[in-house]
C-alpha cells in the first residue's frame, strides 16, 4: 500500500491503475457511493497530481465538485492563479474547463470528486503539467522550491 501514516476520514483505496497514465506520481481511488452520481475519495501521494482535462456535459452535466478532505493540494484551472487546497476547501469546476488538481510537494492529499449528471458527460485527458511549472508553486508552506 503506502508508506505514510495519512491520516484521513475515508479509505485510501487501491491504487488508481486504470487512471495511472493520466498521473504524475502515485494516486488512489476509493470509491465511496455508484449510481447517477459516483462519488469517490481520491488520493495523491506528495508531488502527485493528474494531467490537464475537460469535464464535457450539457443540460447540466459535467460539472466536477471537488471537495478537500484531507492534506494540503492545488486546484488550477488555465489562465488562472492556481487554489491551495486545505480540508474544507470546495472547489466547482464548470464544465469545458481545463484544469488539472493534485497534492503539494511535500503533502499527502485527498479530496471527494464527483461529476454532475447531464447529457453527454465525457472527460477528456490532455497533456501533464509540467515539472517546471509544478515547481514553481509554492510548497505546502507558502515558500517555493
Known sequence: MTDTDFDQIFPLGAPNDAYAQYFTGRSFNAPLTDGSVPVANITFEPGCRNNWHIHHGTD??????????????????????????????????PAGTKHWHGA????????????????????????PVTDEAYRQLPKKNGEHA
Open 60 to 93: 447540466g452535466g459535467g460539472d466536477q465538485i471537488l471537495l478537500c478532505t484531507a492534506g494540503s493540494g492545488w486546484y488550477q484551472a488555465e489562465g488562472e492563479d492556481p487554489v491551495s487546497m486545505e480540508p474544507g476547501t470546495s472547489v466547482r469546476v
Open 104 to 127: 503539494k510537494q511535500d503533502s499527502w492529499f485527498s479530496h471527494l470528486a464527483f461529476i454532475t449528471p447531464g447529457e453527454g458527460v465525457s472527460n477528456e485527458w490532455l497533456e
